[in-house]
């Protein structure tokens, strides 16, 4: 009896250990550092702005390792990397002033910094450049010398919106 007792006990503690032991799988190699794969613009992208005005949002990007299987199979998933360093540099030709011209991401992979159009108009370019992995670099669009005001806004055919639609374009100097 007491031999049946306890291969009872040795059964049901092998099935509350394997599940634990199958999720725990791989938790040791979050130790090793994960090369850059995906760096992605989360927010920020195509904004417009007036020279030398800031542009509304934040420029956010994320930044990715590679795919990752689970102990379960599937596809698999891509980690945050925390702690990157990007660098971010107005591409030639481009006026645009980018603070902090340096960042590190957070636990979630992210980093915000904040754009400001220069004095120059039309379309212009910012290169995000991983240290870890130059070849990794994105560029992200800012427009200058255009705001648009009630883009966002919806209405049905013969309806008069809320908020009049308003573009304004200026040249360099800051005239219409």
């Known amino acids: 009896m007491q031999q049946k007792h306890c291969r009872m006990w040795r059964a049901m ?3 509350l250990l394997l599940p634990v032991c199958l999720l725990l799988n791989g938790c040791g190699d979050s130790q090793q550092k994960l090369p850059v794969d995906q760096v992605t613009i989360l927010q920020g992208d195509s904004q417009c702005a ?3 005005e800031p542009f509304e949002k ?3 990007v994320e930044v990715l390792g590679p795919v990752q299987k689970s102990a379960f199979g599937g596809k698999g998933s891509r980690e945050p990397l925390a702690g990157e360093k990007l660098r ?3 591409s030639p030709h481009s006026d645009l002033t980018i603070e902090p011209a340096e960042a590190t991401t957070d636990v979630s992979g992210c980093v915000d910094v904040k754009v400001t159009a220069g004095k120059r108009t039309g379309d212009q370019y910012i290169d995000i450049i ?3 992995a130059p070849s990794r670099r994105i560029q992200a669009r ?3 010398g255009i705001r648009i005001s009630g ?4 209405g049905t055919a013969g309806e008069t919106l809320a908020e009049p639609l ?5 040249r360099e100097d800051g005239t219409p």
């Open 13 to 15: 503690l092998l099935t």
């Open 50 to 52: 007036l020279p030398g």
């Open 58 to 60: 934040t420029l956010r």
């Open 88 to 90: 971010f540099e107005p």
């Open 130 to 132: 991983p240290a870890s």
């Open 142 to 144: 800012f427009i200058s």
């Open 151 to 154: 883009s966002g806004l919806q």
């Open 166 to 170: 308003k573009v304004k374009l200026v």
